[in-house]
Structure formats: structure tokens, C-alpha cells
């Protein structure tokens, strides 16, 4: 394989400690050429949800890449650490369904392989510290040309963990579906995706109560009006111009929301 010129690099480790930059080092030490493209740090601790939709959401818009994200509660437990084959890019991580809607979005998974080589890991490997010692430097192996059949076993793609599908259930005017992700503007995004709204007209309601209008961008309703549109991942999403949906509606990624025509 010719190998990759990028590695995006996804986690919850946030930027106050050195975890990120350690992980740089593991990658610059290995393959120093490779470019990195850093999607975020700031997956909520431990939201295996939130990191997978960020980068499935993210990963089919940047250059073909290894996608190496550590969302990783069970680090130093029995779960494995994988290598993903896609038609688009590999992606390296933890088998704990973090990696699978990315892998989908970049086309279906095609091979993948157990992360087991010794070589490819760096010095003794910390039980908390998989990112730096193993799926980082695994990354760079890739992103420098390594064939991913060298990372260990190969393994059925349908014995992958996988994270439960979201709720999604679209009726005769109207939508109910699970909050997947809300950003740091206080939009809140539904796992519907945006066709479903074909079937509402412009008047809404949002939970029974509160009011919404349908629109394309925030300046379709007032300042602090309710907007239910398609946002730029083509899903259903609720946002407040110039305020925060999230806090209005008193909602939480795993809650279910209801839009009926009004």
C-alpha cells in the first residue's frame, strides 16, 4: 500500500493535560512526515456515542486519511483494539463501536484486523494509556505505508461491537427520534435525517409545547424563536436564533424529542 499523507485523531482526552500532545509524539516518532488533522478532544469523558457521531460526521469531508480516535472507557480491559478497511481510509481504535459509523460512512468495512502486533507498539504499553502506546504509533504504521493485514488476526466485520441504532420513528405528521449529539452552540441534533421533515409544514411544535417554525438557516424565525431545520449533516436539528435549543428544551443526547405539525 501506498500509505496516507493525513492522520485525523479524534478523543475525549481534552487539551488541559499532555494526553493529545504525547500522542503526537508517538505518531512524529514513527512516520514524522505524516500531517495530522485534529477533528476534537472534547468528546464528553467516556461518550462512545458522541465521539462515533463526530467522526462519521466529519471523516467522508477530509483527505483520504487513517482515522484514529480513543474514546476508550474500557482501556486495559479484554476489549480489542482494531484496524478498520474501508474503501475511503483505515481507522484505528478501540472495538467498542466507536469507529463503525465512520467506517460506514466512508463506505463499508471491506477487512478488518485485530491490533495485537508487538511490533508496532511502543515500549511497554500502559494499561490506561492505549493512545499513546498502541493506536497511535499503529496509525503512523499505516499512514507510512504498513499493510493493515500486518496489525495482527483478521476478524469478521459482523462480530465488531456496534453501538444501538437510535431511535428514529416517523409517523403522518410527525417525527420522534433520539437526541444524538448537541454542539457547543446549544443546537440540538436528532438521529433523524433531514428528509423526514418533508412530511411537516411550516408550523411546529417541539415536545407538545413549545412552538417552532420550520426553516433552512437561523434568520428564517426571531430572535429567540425555535428553528427545526436540516443542518450540515443532513439531520433534523433543532436550534434557538441567537440562543440555545439544549437549554430550552431541557434535553440530553440519548432523549427522545417529538416535532408535530402544529
Known amino acids: 500500500m501506498g500509505g496516507y499523507g493525513w492522520i485525523s485523531f479524534t478523543t475525549d482526552y481534552g ?11 508517538s505518531i512524529a516518532r514513527v512516520s514524522p512526515d505524516t500531517r495530522v488533522i485534529d477533528v476534537t478532544h472534547h468528546v464528553p469523558p467516556a ?15 477530509l483527505p483520504p486519511s487513517v482515522h484514529l480516535a480513543v474514546v476508550d472507557p474500557g482501556v486495559g480491559t479484554a476489549r480489542r483494539g482494531v484496524v478498520l478497511v474501508t474503501p475511503n481510509g483505515l481507522l484505528v481504535g478501540p472495538d467498542n463501536g466507536l469507529l463503525i459509523w465512520a467506517a460506514e460512512a466512508l463506505g463499508g468495512i471491506t477487512a478488518a484486523y485485530e491490533l495485537d502486533n508487538k511490533d508496532w507498539m511502543l515500549g511497554d504499553v500502559s494499561r490506561t494509556f ?53 454542539d457547543r452552540f446549544g443546537n440540538v441534533q436528532l438521529a433523524a435525517e433531514g428528509s423526514a421533515l418533508s412530511g411537516l409544514g411550516p408550523e411546529l411544535m417541539v415536545n407538545g409545547g413549545v412552538r417552532a417554525r420550520r426553516g433552512a438557516t437561523f434568520a428564517d424565525v426571531n430572535v429567540g424563536e425555535l428553528l427545526v431545520f436540516a443542518d450540515s449533516a443532513d439531520r ?22 417529538r416535532i408535530t405539525a402544529r
Open 236 to 257: 433534523v436539528a433543532i436550534a434557538v436564533n441567537n440562543g440555545r435549543a439544549v437549554v430550552l428544551l431541557s434535553v440530553v443526547p440519548g432523549d427522545i424529542v
Open 130 to 182: 492505549h493512545g499513546r502506546d498502541l493506536f497511535a504509533p499503529a496509525a503512523a504504521r499505516l499512514a507510512a505505508g504498513a499493510d493493515p493485514a500486518e496489525a495482527g488476526p483478521a476478524v469478521d466485520p459482523s462480530g465488531l461491537a456496534r453501538l444501538p441504532d437510535p431511535v428514529v420513528t416517523v409517523g403522518d405528521g410527525w417525527i420522534e427520534a433520539e437526541v444524538l449529539t448537541v
Open 47 to 61: 461518550d462512545v456515542s458522541r465521539g462515533a457521531a463526530v467522526l462519521a460526521q466529519t471523516a467522508p469531508y
Open 15 to 25: 487539551t488541559f493535560d499532555g494526553f493529545v500532545a504525547a500522542c503526537h509524539g
